[in-house]
Every structure is written in structure tokens, then in C-alpha cells.
């Protein structure tokens, strides 16, 4: 039986083992999928020990800490600095077939799901994005955005080089700013009763707000937004066209 899985610390409530075990049962594929709980990234290598893995989904904390682990990277994985899904190939050395290595090439769907996710609500106004958070969620989607054309700003809870803070979203720059995008955990179940201080008086029915979280599926954050016009959307089916991206990956 193939096997594939996800990597992280914390994995209860995991969205890509229900994901790929309900298409698996639904497709008759011959697969398991399987929750890697690694206390720390150096256990990486322990899961392929006794198991043909042909193919990993990789979450918080480590989509940066496996990068070391790796023979190759994709173009975007690169440029973000940054993979959430690793497929294991095998080389052929010489003749002999029975004579192989494998090595393991890092992707970055998170970026393939988001850009598709958000490309349809776009207007031409649309021309400037706050991203929300400054961790690995936040590399892929400031990628995916300039990738759309969007000149893109960070936002930090303290100033530092490159980025604003939340004291520093004035008015003004939430008038220039009309597409923002919450990385953060914030407002994920069970504590929905949080969200990005940001000035929410300041949005408008010009605003897009987009929430890479997706449980619960209306955020206060993007309640907020609503509640002032601006159109909104969750992270649910940029998980689902990532895992999409991430099976055809593994399948090529």
C-alpha cells in the first residue's frame, strides 16, 4: 500500500488526512494517509523508515526547517523560501534497475491555492494588498499576490524594517490598501472571539478581506469586514485546490 502524510507538531485537527482519505475511499485508491507528529524537525528522516511514502504535505511549524532536508526546490518553493509538499524520487543509477536512490524535491501549493482562491474576486481597483502576519503562511501569499500584479505591504505586531505595524494603518493607508489578507491564526476555533487589530471602521465596500483560516468559516475578522461592506472570503477552498495541486504533484 502507498503511503503518504502530512508533517508537523500538532496535528488533531488535520484537513488534509480527511481530505485525501475521503478521495482515496471515494476513488478506490490503494492508500493510506497517515498524521507525522514530529516533536522536533530532526525526526524527519524516521518517516520513511519501513514505509514506501510517496508523497508528504508539510504544515506549521516546519515549512521552512525542512527546506535542509532537501535535494531540490521548486522554482516557487525557492522564491518563498518556503514548501508544503515534498515528492519522493526515485533515480536510477546506471543499468541496473534495482540500483536506485531518492531523492526529495520540495513544491509550494500554498501559493497555487491562494492565487486561484482570489483571482476571481479581483477588481481593477485592486491594486494594493496588506498581508497580515509575517510567518511562513505570509511568504507564499505575498508571493502569489505580486504574482497577480499587486503591490504588497506586511503588516507586524512591532515596526521593523520592511514592515508596518498595526498602530502604523492609518486612514490613509487602509484607504490605499483595499485587499487584505489575515495569515495569523487569529479567530481560529476554539477562540473565535479574536482578530487582527486592525482600524475595521476604515473598511469600505472597495475592500476584499480574505482569511487563510477556514474553521470557523466566517472569522470575526471577515464578520467585521462584512459587517462594513467589504467583500469577503475564508480559506477553505484554497486548501482544497492545494491539495488538488498537491496529488497531481505526486502524480506526474
Not at 482519505?21 to 498524521?35: R, T
Not at 536510477?92 to 476571481?120: A, C, W
Not at 514592515?163 to 479567530?187: K, R
Not at 462584512?226 to 497531481?248: D, P
Request: net charge negative; aromatic share 10%; charged share 20%.
Amino acid at each position: 500500500m502507498k503511503t503518504y502524510g502530512l508533517i508537523g507538531r500538532t496535528l488533531g485537527h488535520s484537513f488534509s488526512r480527511r481530505f485525501f482519505s475521503e478521495k482515496f475511499s471515494s476513488e478506490g485508491i490503494d492508500a493510506e494517509y497517515l498524521n507525522f507528529e514530529l516533536p522536533e524537525i530532526d525526526d524527519f528522516t524516521k518517516v520513511f523508515e519501513g514505509r514506501d511514502i510517496c508523497g508528504l504535505n508539510v504544515t506549521i511549524p516546519y515549512k521552512q526547517d525542512v527546506i535542509p532536508f532537501l535535494s531540490e526546490l521548486s522554482e516557487d518553493a525557492r522564491e518563498i523560501g518556503a514548501v508544503n509538499v515534498i515528492k519522493p524520487i526515485h533515480v536510477h543509477s546506471g543499468n541496473n534497475k534495482d540500483n536506485q536512490s531518492v531523492i526529495l524535491k520540495g513544491y509550494n501549493t500554498d501559493v497555487i491555492g491562494f492565487m486561484e482562491s482570489i483571482r476571481p474576486l479581483l477588481k481593477p481597483h485592486h491594486r494594493n494588498a496588506l498581508v497580515l502576519g509575517t510567518g511562513g503562511a505570509s511568504r507564499a501569499i505575498c508571493y502569489g499576490l505580486k504574482k497577480l500584479g499587486l503591490e504588497v505591504q506586511s503588516v507586524s505586531r512591532t515596526r521593523t524594517l520592511g514592515f508596518l505595524s498595526y498602530a502604523d494603518l492609518t486612514p490613509t493607508v487602509m484607504g490605499e490598501y483595499s485587499v487584505i489578507v489575515n495569515t495569523t491564526p487569529l479567530g481560529t476555533t476554539p477562540n473565535v472571539d479574536t482578530c487582527a487589530d486592525i482600524p475595521y471602521d476604515c473598511i469600505t465596500e472597495r475592500h476584499l478581506l480574505f482569511d487563510l483560516v477556514y474553521n470557523p468559516s466566517e472569522t470575526l475578522f471577515l464578520r467585521k469586514g462584512r459587517e462594513h461592506g467589504a467583500q469577503t472570503k475564508n480559506g477553505l477552498e484554497m486548501l482544497h485546490l492545494q491539495a488538488i495541486a498537491a496529488w497531481k504533484i505526486w502524480n506526474e
